[in-house]
């Protein structure tokens, strides 16, 4: 215990992410730079996800990026556009739990066949819930050039970075090669992807079931701890985004006391996920406290809500995710597992 403890109040260097978080922060600025002119803020969103298609494969080597962001920015247009013909069909909560939880053993299988990095349906589950929750009155056409636009933009970004030293680049751990159609590695994606279908479709069931408000959050909250799993971190990751969310709320709920201009909000949520990214691979709880703001904020272009209930919402939707989370963990984890690493 003590050394978990050390080992959540340490944070390692700095030295090789900060690039990488200039990348992401610059893929969601100037997207959002070119709409607020041009007066189409109910597009914002749409231009924000696909920026996010810069976090992945940040520590690979250049030509191998542009593969991961390539792919990953494919499953994002698809999400996100799944996630805006749902709002626009006007579903309501179960139709996107039911949906979410097909999407998350879905992308949880493709990521983990492309060997996508962040691995999981993390980011996905963010977008297509995010999108299918918000009002969106513009045009399925509209949505798809600003989120594709947006990708594309994240991964020229990506392979601009081929410009600056190699020395500056975080390693990371690998994983053992395995061969694709291996039995063993099929046995792993099935458990994966069952892993995440079964915390996203239980957290998203007892969010609407109780008939809280902004569930998708439930479910985004379950899928953090599971790409940690083989590593043994499932519960220290749960840890993280828990403490880290609620430290994140309690920033929002004083940064949205501020009237940002759409200009201003769209450089302060440059700001926070350029510092999320900072932390993210080094100290998941830190990342959080920037990262949660950018999930409650985002919205800030299109509608306004009550800051409290905002708040306290995320709050109670993070702790049920989390919790569903390490019970599927303490689940399907058998005692023996060692610690391999994943990736």
Known sequence: ?????????SIPSGRGHRFPAVRVGLGMLLPLLILIPAGRTDLTMCAIFGSLT??????????????????????????VMAGVALSQAGRGPWTVVFTGTLIAAGISVAADSLRVRPAGPFTYIF???????????GSLVEAFLTVTASTLLAVLLGVAGRLHARRHSP???REPAARLGSPRRA???????????????IAGTVSAGLGLGHGY?????????????????GPARAVHFIAGTYAGVLFSALLMQVPWSAVQLALLLAMLQFSGELYV?????????????????MTGFTHGGDVWALTMDRSLQTTIGALVALAVVAVTTPRHAGSRVRG
């Open 281 to 297: 691979v080094r100290h998941y709880g830190a990342a959080m406290v920037f990262l949660t703001p950018v999930a409650l904020m």
């Open 171 to 173: 390693g990371r751990l």
């Open 217 to 233: 959050w439930a479910m985004l909250a379950a899928c953090a701890p599971l790409a940690a799993v083989e590593l043994s971190r």
């Open 127 to 137: 977008a297509f819930t995010a999108t299918s929750a918000a009002p969106f009155a």
């Open 187 to 201: 046995r792993r994606l099935l458990v994966h992807a069952s892993r995440y279908a079964a915390a996203v479709g």
């Open 54 to 79: 810069g976090v992945f494969g940040r520590s690979e080597p250049h030509w191998r990026r542009l593969k991961q962001q390539t792919a990953s920015g494919v499953l994002m247009v698809l999400t």
């Open 1 to 9: 215990m003590k050394y978990s403890v050390r080992e959540f109040l």
